[in-house]
């Protein structure tokens, strides 16, 4: 398995957090049918698969339009994710999540597949802004672009699965169970975090000097 895609997979994984989303989809789809549910999640997850591939293959467009170089992006990118790391690790995260299901429930009571499932909550900001970051290591090669692709399509895949079987998952995990992975995969971020703002000052440095 390529390391590409192990790192695109583990990284896009604790952004977007299936895991964690499993309570907020049983939320939005409360009363809601086996097929009604499903329907909902497929097109949750196809919208949001189409943004963070925009997302991807319009980012070096998007960064030179707006005049900001890799290394800053990099650096830029590593202390937001290091900040929604500590998010994390102290809860403030899934309070963030739980607000925003909340607030737009009544909105989307219909639907909630495209707001607020595939966006902000599944593709968000910080997972566009992941992808913009993981596709700019690989300029020019097209193999581990889509590696990175392939990890992100794989996290998606498990999003649906965990949608699919969130009584499952919630009865399994409990309240702890969910706050220690939580936890868990907010230490891992913070050290892809700090990776990224290394790689930074080390690409800005190899420029300027």
């Known amino acids: 398995m390529s390391a590409d895609f192990i790192a ?6 604790v952004m977007i957090d299936p895991i964690g989303l499993t309570p907020l989809f049983a ?15 497929v097109r949750a997850i196809l919208v949001a698969a189409v943004i963070l591939t925009l997302f991807g293959l ?5 960064l030179n ?6 290394p800053a992006f990099r650096i830029s990118g590593g202390i937001m994710l290091f900040l929604l790391a500590v998010d994390m690790l102290f809860e403030k ?3 963030r999540r739980t607000k925003r299901a909340e607030e737009a429930e009544e909105e989307s009571a219909d639907d909630p597949s495209v707001f607020p ?3 902000p909550l599944i593709a968000g900001p910080g997972a566009m802004a992941t992808m913009i970051l993981l596709i700019s290591e690989h300029p020019g090669d097209a193999g581990g672009q889509a590696m990175v692709y392939f990890g992100m399509a794989a996290v998606l895949g498990i999003c649906f699965v965990a949608f699919m079987i969130t009584g499952m998952i919630e009865r399994a995990l409990g309240p702890t169970g969910i706050k220690v ?12 975090a700090v990776q990224f703002v290394l790689d930074g000052i080390g ?7």
């Open 27 to 41: 939320a939005l789809t409360a009363g809601a049918s086996q097929k009604r549910r499903i329907t909902i999640a």
């Open 203 to 209: 690409e800005f440095w190899n420029i300027d000097h």
């Open 8 to 13: 695109a997979f583990a990284i896009l994984f």
């Open 181 to 192: 992975l939580t936890r868990l995969f907010g230490t891992l971020l913070g050290a892809l």
């Open 117 to 119: 499932l595939a966006t």
């Open 93 to 95: 995260r899934s309070e």
């Open 65 to 70: 339009s707006i005049g900001v170089s890799l």
């Open 58 to 62: 319009a980012g070096d467009a998007l």
